[in-house]
Nanobody
């Protein structure tokens, strides 16, 4: 199973970016998928997660600005980021809880990350 994240870049404060994360490979089903970020010198933190049924959870710091969505047919999640702030600068990584073999339980896979830099 591979996760491919894309969509990062350099944006001015107040701007927007849309991240994508696509899962591929041996996939029977995917439960929770999510976005995490890690800024230099800081621990990785949850940004937003979404279940296969559409349940959502956001970090308080991004509520009202970021929106996570999911296309189950494409095994893909998106993160629409609006009103970006310099403190949103980080490496954004995606993960997914995937069942890839019959009779096995879910295992968490991580993508390689995409850099988001918010600066004027």
């Amino acid at each position: 199973v591979q996760l491919q994240a894309s969509g990062g870049g350099l944006v001015q404060p107040g701007g927007s970016l849309r991240l994508s994360c696509a899962a591929s490979g041996s996939i029977i089903s995917i439960n929770v998928m999510g976005w995490y970020r890690q800024a230099p010198g800081k621990q990785r933190e949850l940004v937003a997660i979404i279940s296969s049924g559409g349940s959502l959870n956001y970090a308080d710091s991004v509520k009202g600005r970021f929106t996570i969505s999911r296309d189950n047919a494409k095994n893909t999640i998106y993160l629409q980021m609006n009103s970006l702030k310099p403190e949103d600068t980080a490496l954004y990584s995606c993960n997914a809880d995937v069942r890839s073999q019959p009779g096995t339980w879910y295992r968490t896979y991580w993508g390689q990350g995409t850099q988001v830099t918010v600066s004027s």
